[in-house]
């Protein structure tokens, strides 16, 4: 069991229950919440943290559904939720999702929107209380709590880019909304670049996955993991113009790191580098970093801290993967949804001679077994897995609830709450092996050779040497971070997220690529009328 007190849920404990009462003699001031440094830690932030798990729809970074993960899986190559009969219709949500049917108006996306504002909004919110009781800190302490807040921040500001494009900079927590502007997306993305720049040499230079002072936090190595992977996407985050089908050049895209002026890829491999530097390493065995027990792994870099006997966030993924019957068998229950696409069951080898070693070990496929014994189905057949007759409408296929290979990535913890949506294992979010892939990806795209880093990747898990190409780097990819949340990225990097692929049609207006963006809500627009919709959506 893990041996770690959630300062972040008592002070929120002890907040919330000062409010239980409408008589102000028992609620605290500010000034009393606010008078030392380490209630300043505490309540302006550590308290961000909450945010980064969630346990609702379309909150958090990852764990959730219909929201951040959803949109970077769901809408790919890598898998799908398919309509089951009278199963997982929703109105037409998957479906469209995967087929690019999204609109300005769709709930998810806005719910979305608003998840990752608010953490921005109350990151600034904490950068004002730091600022207006600093007489409580140390010099050293006031640049410490700033640093972490402003990261933190640019994290948040990462995903919005990534996923809307064109968004406001919001810095201020006390700037009217008749003031927040749209700025371009090259604009965003220097700014998250400065941020983390500045900031990066501020924060501990410790490890955010291991138990201790530093557990869940964003420290120095997080904050460079983020630094490659938007060196490496420059391409994509400094065009502002993504359908007019003239693409950046990252060899002309400059960062100076260090004091050396570098392109974006020679930016990339510089902060992966630092990674390796550091002591970050592939651990022998794969499975280990997505085990019950992964927060001593020495691949993993940034993760989202699982303990359902201290913390609310969930992680849905397995839970709304497996099938009923296989949910039951292992202690809880299940929802018989997200499978992956043929493309990528045929990408592992699968029915070949070839199989990838990590199929096993990130999939359910064939027939179901639990503690050696079959897990049977309420027809009195043996559970077993189709991969290959999965269909984005199986209703009235005879594999209507058996139809795809299922996730498997994290081993199951039996001892779960909440059906097994509260488990042990703390969500991966960066990862070692993903920076040895965008440092091979890096090298080949500035000329160099990156087989190296590619190949030790696929040493790992026994796999032969295979010649750094573009092609084989971005199947790689899939092959290695599959069920992670970074395919729709890297299908954008690409250039292939808007074309056709396994069953999805590009859809008529669709080759300009203005689906590489998201559109921005509705809902946000009528808020504010100075924000302009996405080029392509009405």
Not at 89 to 109: A, E, F, I, R, V
Not at 288 to 317: C, G, M, R
Not at 348 to 368: M, S
Request: aromatic share 12%.
């Amino acid at each position: 069991m893990k041996r770690y007190i959630n300062i972040l849920m008592v002070a929120l404990a002890t907040m919330m229950t000062s409010c239980l009462t409408e008589d102000p003699r028992d609620q605290l001031y500010e000034e009393d919440i606010y008078n030392n440094a380490n209630n300043i830690y505490i309540n302006a932030v550590a308290v961000l943290y909450n945010y980064i798990g969630g346990s609702a729809d379309s909150e958090g970074l990852q764990g959730t559904c219909r929201g951040i993960y959803d949109y970077n899986t769901l809408t790919t190559d890598e898998a799908m939720i398919p309509i089951r009969g009278g199963d997982w219709y929703d109105g037409g949500l998957w479906t469209n999702m995967y087929q690019h049917k999204w609109s300005p108006n769709d709930l998810p996306l806005y719910n979305t929107w608003k998840y990752l504002y608010k953490v921005v909004v109350l990151s600034n919110k904490s950068l004002h209380i730091i600022d207006k009781y600093s007489h409580n800190l140390s010099e050293e302490q006031r640049v410490a709590y700033e640093a972490e807040v402003r990261a933190l921040r640019a994290l948040f500001y990462y995903y919005i880019m990534d996923m809307y494009g064109r968004v406001p900079i919001v810095t201020s927590y006390e700037q009217p909304q008749d003031e927040v502007v749209q700025s371009e997306r090259s604009e965003v993305f220097r700014f998250i670049v400065n941020e983390l720049q500045e900031v990066a040499e501020l924060l501990p230079n410790e490890r955010s996955n291991k138990m201790g002072n530093y557990y869940g936090r964003i420290t120095t190595p997080v904050a460079n993991f983020l630094l490659a992977k938007l060196a490496l996407n420059a391409e994509i985050y400094c065009d502002d113009n993504w359908t007019d089908g003239v693409p950046r050049n990252g060899k002309e895209i400059f960062f100076t790191v260090d004091g050396e002026k570098l392109n974006a890829w020679q930016t990339c491999i510089k902060y992966c580098n630092k990674l390796a530097e550091v002591g970050y390493r592939l651990e022998d065995d794969y499975s280990y970093n997505f085990s019950v027990h992964n927060e001593n792994s020495n691949e993993n870099i940034f993760t989202i801290p699982l303990d359902k006997n201290l913390y609310a966030a969930q992680f849905w993924y397995l839970f709304r993967s497996r099938h009923y019957n296989h949910g039951g068998a292992l202690g809880g229950s299940s929802e018989n949804g997200t499978s992956a696409n043929i493309s990528t069951v045929l990408a592992n080898g699968y029915g070949t001679d070839d199989v990838d070693a990590r199929f096993e070990k990130n999939f359910y496929a064939g027939i179901v077994e639990v503690d050696g014994k079959p897990v049977m189905m309420d027809n009195g057949q043996q559970l077993e897995y189709f991969p290959l007759e999965l269909k984005l409408n199986l209703t009235g296929s005879s594999y209507v609830k058996t139809a795809g290979a299922r996730m498997a990535k994290y081993e199951v913890d039996r001892t779960s709450h909440s059906d097994g949506r509260q488990p042990d294992n703390d969500i991966v979010l960066f990862r070692y092996a993903d920076a040895l892939l965008m440092k091979s990806e890096a090298k080949v795209r500035n000329g160099e050779d990156g087989s190296l880093e590619l190949n030790e990747v696929r040493g790992r898990v026994g796999m032969p040497y295979r010649e750094a190409t573009l092609e084989n780097i971005l199947k790689e990819r899939l092959l290695e971070l599959v069920w992670e949340g970074w395919r729709r990225q890297d299908m954008v990097r690409f250039g292939v997220y808007h074309k056709s692929y396994d069953q999805r049609i590009q859809l008529a207006d669709e080759k300009n690529g203005y689906t590489t963006v998201f559109p921005i809500p509705q809902k946000s627009i009528d808020l504010n009328p100075k924000l302009k919709q996405n080029v392509g959506y009405k």
